[in-house]
Nanobody, 126 residues
């Protein structure tokens, strides 16, 4: 069993920045990608971005492209989500997830991921 623990959420003013972390207890041989998703109250969980463990290839949702950067530290089994120029509509619970691999056509699908963290709340005030 893989455990994912997100941290770094909090309250920030619009225009501010946050960096979320996701620490994985371990990576299985079939774990090739880490994704970030978010879910606002009353809305479906949506894809934010993803990164390949092996070569660091990243995929970003159009809604956040240009404002976020996903990076990884393989030695620490940790992935980061740097968010800048935050907007009130970025308010959500942010989840990380670990999967077997995906492409830019499939990384947005929840079913591509096997393990999920418990989420961390991000609140952006106007």
């Amino acid at each position: 069993q893989v455990q994912l623990v997100e941290s770094g959420g909090g309250l920030v003013q619009a225009g501010g920045s946050l960096r979320l972390s996701c620490a994985a207890s371990r990576r299985t041989f079939s774990s090739y990608v880490m994704g970030w998703f978010r879910q606002a109250p009353g809305k479906e969980r949506e894809f934010v971005g993803a990164i390949s463990w092996s070569d660091g290839t990243t995929y970003y949702a159009d809604s956040v492209k240009g404002r976020i950067t996903i990076s990884r530290d393989n030695a620490k089994n940790t992935v980061y989500l740097q968010m800048n120029s935050l907007k009130p509509e970025d308010t959500a619970v942010y989840y990380c997830a670990q999967g077997r691999g995906c492409s830019r056509y499939t990384c947005h699908r929840l079913g591509e991921y096997d393990y999920w963290g418990q989420g961390t709340q991000v609140t952006v005030s106007s």
